[in-house]
């Protein structure tokens, strides 16, 4: 049963024995454009599993961990590879698990693909009424300038496969247009334009739960400059993260959505979704989702767990408890 309200309780762990979970590789690292922060978080989930005496080992990219299962030394993967082209979010590692009969915490194959892609992502939830920003799909050559017109400046324009705000940009004229798209094809795929929703930013991490998953407290994102770009996710201290985000039947709402949208998405174990609220209505708009979220100093779903009594250690925990019983293998 899936859970989105604000009264969610999680049960205690299901195991207490570390070595059910065997040698745990901490998938961090590969090479796509989310490196950097993907070692971040590999190395603090890392220390929070061999604090609970899991017998966890770093590894750095895909090719090394398809080593180290051909050497018989993996018997479970912790996933914290973020983005795609080498990175782990994007379905293909999924996909060699499930070849090699490996569990692994996350999204299956599909979750993982369709969530890397924000195009069709957005299709999904269009098709079941849940509610995303207008946007226009672009290929490398197509007439930006008549797809702002389209949507109506401003807009975001940004690579439909990448996250951590890689590639992305606020259009507030179409002065700014051609020096967005040139930003956002240097990156592969697919480009997406959307309507810029002008309110607060906010995102819902999402947690297995018994038998399916509960939305745990919304984070409402203040950053101390007018966006919330790479330098206020990862570097700057001055962002704030306030959790809960809202109150009584908003605070459901976005919970509600965030968790219909992870779902629809086929998304499971745990995820992240981001929201937009708009200033002038009040309405939620959905704009992505993470299915391997980060988890350095700054990350949002630590935050939102530990509102709720769970710490980072028992966080890791859960995320690896999932993958028990995992029959995707």
């Known amino acids: 049963m899936n859970t989105p309200l604000s009264d969610t309780t999680f049960a205690p762990p299901r195991v207490s024995d570390p070595a059910v979970f065997g040698r745990v590789a901490v998938l961090m690292g590969g090479t796509s454009a989310e490196r950097e922060v993907s070692l971040d978080s590999g ?22 961990l398809l080593d180290a299962i051909r050497a018989g030394s ?46 069709r992502t957005k299709q999904v939830w269009l098709s079941l009424g849940l509610p995303t920003p207008r946007y226009v799909r672009l290929a490398k050559g197509d007439d930006v300038h008549a797809a702002a017109r389209e949507i109506g400046l401003p807009v975001i324009v940004k690579p439909s496969c990448e996250g951590s705000s890689v590639g992305v940009s606020r259009v507030l004229d179409d002065a700014g247009l051609d020096a967005a798209v040139e930003l956002a094809a240097r990156y592969p795929g697919e480009m997406l334009m959307e309507q810029l929703v002008r309110g607060d930013e906010f995102s819902v991490p999402v947690l297995a739960c018994g038998e399916g998953h509960a939305a745990l407290p919304s984070i409402r994102i203040v950053p101390a400059g007018e966006w919330y770009d790479y330098h206020a996710k990862y570097i700057a201290d001055d962002t704030q993260y306030l959790c809960p985000g809202l109150e009584g039947a908003d605070e459901d709402e976005i919970r509600r959505i965030a968790l219909a949208a992870f779902v ?9 979704v981001d929201v937009m609220r708009d200033r002038s209505t009040g309405r939620f708009y959905l704009l992505e989702i993470n299915t391997a979220p980060g988890m350095t100093s700054h990350s949002l779903v630590p935050k939102a767990a530990g509102v709720i009594g769970i710490g980072f250690e028992e966080l890791c925990w859960r995320v690896l408890e999932s993958s028990l019983g995992d029959d995707r293998g």
């Not at 973020?82 to 979010?89: I, P």
């Open 74 to 119: 993996v018997d479970r993967v912790f996933n914290i590879l973020h983005g795609n082209k080498g990175g782990g979010e994007d379905g293909v590692l999924q996909g060699l698990c499930e070849a090699l009969g490996v569990p692994y915490t996350g999204s299956d194959v599909l979750g993982s693909a369709l969530a890397m892609d924000k195009i």
């Open 264 to 272: 629809s998405a086929g998304c499971r174990g745990w995820g992240r």
């Open 43 to 64: 190395r603090n989930v890392l220390e929070a599993l061999r604090a609970r005496n899991v017998d966890a080992f770093a590894v750095d990219g895909i090719p090394a």
